[in-house]
């Protein structure tokens, strides 16, 4: 099992680019999860879904946006990259009505 | 608004010692509380979790203790070793939230030799 990766690692984008941030699973969870992560700040939720085709806001969706085609796989769209955009982005996933989430290793974006 | 507070951003303790770790919360509706591990160019880690209905929870060197009535919890790590030396999230969840879970800003945990 791979668990859950992430594509690219690290990233630097011009602002007012465009680019997607790949996310998998390998363990068949229908729950899976976007974050992003600012220095000296803890996860702060973007997006989420519950299943293929079903995703919903968390608490800072604004500049994102994300679609669940498979069970597998989980994309995050940055359309017309700002600076505020730069950050370590986090992937996860868990099985239905559990907590523990299972987490990428991470992609680290840079706007510029 | 913080629903989830870890308040001191830095702890350091010697090896073989315990390390506490206290976290905070606001929202009276979380019933699951978690802890995750996370060292840099990582991802986070599940170390532990808690339910509201107990106060305790232990594995191996890691207990986390639940105090609801003060909205606190703390982990405690006996004996600390040096390769515990990480960020320590506390994360917070409540039944019907689709396993949403609301994290802290984190602890850097240093351990000496």
């Known amino acids: 099992n791979a668990g859950v990766t992430q594509t690219p690692k690290f990233r630097i984008l011009k602002i007012g680019q465009s680019m997607t941030l790949q996310c998998a699973q390998d363990m068949n969870h229908n729950y899976m999860y976007w974050y992003r992560q600012d220095p000296g700040m803890g996860l702060k939720l973007i997006y989420y879904s519950v299943g293929a085709g079903i995703t919903d806001k968390g608490e800072v969706p604004n500049g994102y946006n994300v679609s669940r085609s498979t069970t597998e796989d989980f994309p995050l769209r940055l359309e017309l990259a700002a600076p505020s955009q730069t950050s370590v982005y986090f992937c996860a996933s868990t099985r239905d009505s559990t907590y523990e989430q299972y987490f990428g290793p991470g992609t680290r974006l840079t706007v510029t | 608004d913080q629903q989830v507070k870890q308040n001191s951003p830095s702890l350091s303790v010697q090896e073989g010692r315990i390390s506490i770790l206290n976290c905070d919360y606001t929202n009276s509706m979380f019933d699951y509380f978690l802890w995750y591990k996370k060292y840099p160019a990582e991802g986070p880690t599940f170390l532990i979790s808690i339910s509201s209905i107990k106060d305790k929870n232990e594995d191996g060197r890691f207990t986390v203790f639940l105090n609801k009535s003060a909205k606190h919890l703390s982990l405690h790590i006996v004996p600390s070793q040096p390769g515990d030396s990480a960020v320590y999230f506390c994360?917070?969840?409540?039944?019907?939230?689709?396993?949403?879970?609301?994290f802290g800003k984190g602890i850097t945990l240093s351990v000496r030799p």
């Open positions: 994360a917070a969840g409540y039944t019907g939230a689709n396993s949403k879970l609301t």
